[in-house]
């Protein structure tokens, strides 16, 4: 399995402009999360799906930013307009929840600068 | 709710000797507990797991982690550290009986460095 995949991996926008994050989960994963990393508030979970719906967007900072999963193998989070203090690396995971089986895998990740 | 402290924010230690990054953790039932370590420009990668059975876990690259219900830890340790190990480490747990589905909760992670 190839494992969580993000697109793109960099981004560089002006603020003001639209931003879209891609994820691909791994397959059968029943379960995908969107998170944000920044040297000033480490780790935050952004919002998370289970079977293509979401359940949790509590963390979701703002109305700037949405996320979707239309369909089991891809999710998308978008930020419109961006801004400056949106520069952080943004994470998916995906899981299958199972006895046992409640690791998250993540993607490499997509480091996003708002200039 | 759930919660997990990783009170050291760096951990220093010489490569050949024994290292160990603190977890505590708060569930109001029983967790599942989880390390994960960040290397530079990298995503988390999983490394072990407590579910249930033996206090002591053993994961990947040598790695292991000591459950400890009274103390509510989960220390992760390492007999003989690598300077390869120098990364970001975090803990996260999960209360096993929530209705919050598969919703891990992380620490602040703590910076591992192995000097020669």
């Known amino acids: 399995d190839a494992g969580v995949i993000q697109s793109p991996r960099h981004e560089v926008t002006e603020m003001g402009q639209e931003v879209t994050l891609r994820c691909k989960p791994i397959?059968?994963?029943?379960?995908l999360f969107w998170y944000r990393q920044t040297m000033m508030r480490g780790l935050e979970l952004l919002i998370y799906?289970?079977?293509?719906?979401?359940?949790?967007d509590s963390g979701m900072p703002e109305d700037r930013f949405s996320a979707k999963m239309p369909n089991a193998s891809f999710s998308t989070l978008k930020i419109q307009p961006s801004e400056p203090r949106d520069s952080a690396v943004y994470f998916c995971?995906?899981?299958?929840?199972?006895?046992?089986?409640?690791?998250?895998?993540f993607g490499p990740g997509t480091r996003l600068t708002v200039l | 709710a759930q919660s997990v402290a990783q009170p050291e924010d760096q951990v220093n230690v010489a490569e050949g000797n024994p290292l160990t990054v603190k977890c505590t953790y708060s569930?109001?039932?029983?967790?599942?507990l989880f390390w994960y370590v960040q290397y530079p420009n990298r995503g988390l990668q999983f490394l072990l797991k407590y579910i249930t059975g033996d206090n002591l876990v053993k994961g990947s690259y040598g790695f292991e982690a000591e459950f400890n219900k009274s103390q509510t830890s989960f220390h992760l340790k390492k007999p003989s550290a690598l300077v390869s190990d120098s990364a970001l480490y975090f803990c996260?747990?999960?209360?096993?009986?929530?209705?919050?589905?598969?919703?891990?909760?992380f620490g602040t992670g703590t910076q591992l460095k192995v000097e020669l």
């Open positions: 799906f289970n079977n293509n719906v979401p359940i949790d």
């Open positions: 569930v109001s039932g029983n967790p599942y």
């Open positions: 397959s059968g994963h029943d379960y």
């Open positions: 995971a995906s899981s299958l929840v199972l006895a046992g089986h409640n690791e998250q895998f």
């Open positions: 996260a747990v999960r209360d096993r009986y929530t209705g919050g589905g598969n919703k891990l909760t």
